[in-house]
């Protein structure tokens, strides 16, 4: 695993000069066109629905399981545990989808260059 590679996607940085943010907005998911500091087309390599389908498999092989080995322990009310998994995945999702649409662009940077220019 190359962990330079995380920590950029982990601080949504231009994978070329590592010091401008892709994203255009705090709270969207839509990237700039350009970087703001080296020019990098970033529009060209959008991940698309790369990060959502990421996560629905990490979560759904991990929380779920989870979930079903917590019933087992503590038999609780189906509406407790939709109401208690529902938010913990959500609050997951909204917290990792954009670190991670931002480490599968920082991938493609690394092992695609032709792609980016
Ligand atoms: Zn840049």
Redesign the pocket.
């Given at each position: 695993m190359d962990f330079h590679t995380l920590k950029i996607g982990w601080q949504c940085?231009?994978?070329?000069?590592?010091?401008?943010h892709?994203f255009k907005g705090k709270y969207s998911l839509d990237l700039k066109e350009t970087?703001?500091?080296?020019?990098?087309d970033l529009a060209k390599n959008d991940s698309a629905d790369g990060a959502a389908v990421l996560l629905i498999f990490l979560l759904g092989f991990s929380v779920v399981p989870l979930a079903l080995v917590v019933d087992l322990i503590y038999p609780l009310p189906y509406i407790v545990h939709g109401i208690v998994w529902g938010i913990l995945m959500i609050a997951i999702t909204l917290g990792l989808i954009k670190p991670i649409k931002a480490y599968i662009i920082a991938l493609q940077y690394k092992h695609r260059p032709n792609d980016w220019t």
């Open positions: 940085l231009c994978p070329k000069c590592e010091t401008s892709i970087c703001d500091k080296c020019g990098l």
